[in-house]
C-alpha cells in the first residue's frame, strides 16, 4: 500500500467535522482504531507486532539472518486536542512506507528494524508528554503512572482496561535497540525559509510544564466591593502577561494554554485558578531563569491581590543534543540542514536513556503545528520517505 493510500486511510480518523482537526487521545475510540490499523499494516507486510500494555507498538523487520542491535524508527499515533494530521502520524507512516521503498529497491537489513508507536505522545490526556517512551526507558515508574487521572478523573489503569489493554501485560523492552529514527513533520518555517523538503535535528529545547494554583477567597460577583476581593483570576491574569513578556526579553517561549477555575460561574468572584504553564528554552539555565522570573511576579502579585500562588513543576526535560556522530554520519546522505526544535518527542526521552538517537524533519508549508493548520506537501511528504529509506539502509546493512 502506497503512502498514499494509507494517509487516506487514516484522514478521517478521529477528525472533527467542524475544525477539521483531530482528537485522537490515547485509549479512545480514534486512538484505538488508530492502532488497529496499525495492527492490520505489519501483518499485511508480514511484520511480527509486538504490544505492550500502555499499547505501545513496534512492527520488527527480521530478515532470516538479521542479528544485533535493531534499528529503530516511528513515531506516535495519538493527537493533542484539535490537533494537526500530520504530527506523529506522518513518522509512523513514513516509516512502514520507508520500509516497503528498501523492500522495492532489493534491500535486506542485516539489522532488526523495528517500526514503533509510542503512546500518550502529547500528554493531552494524562498530563505527561510522551509517557509510553518515558515508561518503556524507565524514566517514569508504572507505580506513578497508573496513578494519573486525566480531566474526567479516569484513571490511567481503568482507561487502558476499557481500551482492552491488559495492565499486567509488561512493557517493551528497548534492550536490544541500538539506535532510533524519527521522522516528524516540521513545525515552524527553518525548512520553508531554506527552501528545503527535508532537515535532520540538532537538538531539543529544555521545555517543562507547570502548574500554578491561585487560591483566593469566592464571594458574590455584585455585591462585593472591588476592593474587598481576594480575585485570583486577577493574579493568574497578570502573571499570564508576565510570563509572556518575561519570555519575550529572553527570547524563549512561554505559554498558558490550559486554565482551570473554580467554582467557574459567571456571578460569582472565584475561589481557585489553576493554569498550567508550558516554558521552552534553548538551555537549561536559561529555562530555569525564564520560570523563576515568572513565579517572583506572580508572586508579588498574590501579595498585592491577598491571594496565594504555589508553582509546581509536573515535569522538567532537559536539552537533548542528538548523537553527534550518528548526525554526522546521517548528514552524509543528503543536503539537509541541521535545525534545532523547541518541540518535545519520544525522540528526546529515547536519547536521553542513551540511545543514539536522531530525528528527520519534514518541511511544513505554513509552519503550524498543534492546531487543524498544520501541513505537508505530498511531494515532500515522499521526500521524506525516500531520506529514511536512505538513513535505514545506511543503518541496517
Ligand atoms: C509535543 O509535541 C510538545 O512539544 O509539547
Ligand atoms: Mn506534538
Ligand atoms: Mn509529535
Redesign the pocket.
Known amino acids: 500500500m502506497t503512502f498514499e493510500a494509507m494517509w487516506r486511510d487514516l484522514t478521517p480518523v478521529g477528525r472533527s467535522a467542524s475544525s477539521g482537526g483531530y482528537f485522537r487521545q490515547p485509549w479512545t475510540c480514534a486512538e484505538s482504531e488508530l492502532r488497529a490499523w496499525f495492527a492490520e499494516a505489519a501483518l499485511a507486510r508480514g511484520l511480527e507486532l509486538e504490544t505492550d500494555a500502555m499499547g505501545n507498538q513496534v512492527a520488527w523487520w527480521r530478515p532470516v539472518g538479521a542479528t544485533g542491535s535493531a534499528v529503530l524508527t516511528g513515531s506516535h499515533l495519538d493527537s493533542?486536542l484539535d490537533g494537526g494530521a500530520y504530527?506523529g502520524p506522518l513518522g509512523v507512516v513514513s516509516a512502514l512506507a520507508a520500509v516497503d521503498e528498501m523492500r522495492s529497491r532489493g534491500v535486506v537489513p542485516l539489522r532488526p528494524i523495528g517500526v514503533s508507536v509510542f503512546t500518550e505522545?502529547?500528554?493531552s490526556r494524562f498530563g505527561l508528554?510522551c509517557l509510553g517512551s518515558r515508561l518503556v526507558t524507565g524514566t517514569t515508574t508504572w507505580e506513578s503512572a497508573r496513578e494519573r487521572q486525566d480531566q474526567s478523573g479516569v484513571y490511567l489503569s481503568d482507561a487502558l482496561a476499557s481500551a482492552g489493554l491488559d495492565p499486567s501485560a509488561g512493557l517493551l523492552s528497548l534492550a536490544d535497540v541500538g539506535c532510533f529514527v524519527e521522522l516528524h513533520v516540521e513545525?515552524g518555517r527553518d525548512l520553508v525559509e531554506r527552501d528545503v523538503a527535508v532537515g535532520l535535528a540538532s537538538q531539543i529545547w529544555p521545555?517543562g510544564r507547570y502548574r500554578f494554583d491561585f487560591v483566593g477567597a469566592a464571594n458574590h460577583a455584585g455585591t462585593t466591593r472591588m476592593e474587598d476581593r481576594h480575585d485570583p483570576m486577577l493574579t493568574y491574569a497578570m502573571t499570564v502577561l508576565a510570563a509572556n513578556k518575561q519570555a519575550r526579553l529572553a527570547g524563549q517561549r512561554a505559554t498558558f494554554g490550559r486554565l482551570e477555575v473554580a467554582p467557574n460561574a459567571t456571578n460569582a468572584v472565584p475561589s481557585r485558578v489553576t493554569g498550567w504553564l508550558?516554558a521552552r528554552c534553548s538551555s537549561d539555565e536559561g529555562l530555569a531563569a525564564l520560570v523563576e522570573a515568572i513565579t517572583t511576579q506572580g508572586v508579588d502579585r498574590a501579595g498585592r491581590d491577598a491571594t496565594v500562588l504555589t508553582v509546581t513543576p509536573e515535569s522538567v526535560s532537559s536539552a537533548v543534543h542528538f548523537d553527534p556522530a550518528l548526525v554526522a554520519s546521517l548528514a552524509t546522505l543528503g543536503d539537509w540542514p541541521q535545525i534545532p526544535t523547541a518541540?518535545?518527542?519520544d525522540a528526546g526521552i529515547l536519547s536521553a536513556a542513551g540511545i543514539p538517537t536522531a530525528m528527520l524533519f519534514v518541511r511544513n508549508p505554513t509552519g503550524v503545528s498543534?492546531s487543524p493548520a498544520e501541513a505537508a506537501e505530498m511531494g515532500d511528504c515522499l521526500a521524506g520517505v525516500a531520506a529514511l529509506a536512505d538513513v535505514l539502509t545506511e543503518l541496517a546493512t
Open positions: 493533542v504530527d505522545e502529547e500528554g508528554a513545525q521545555h508550558d518541540a518535545g518527542h498543534h
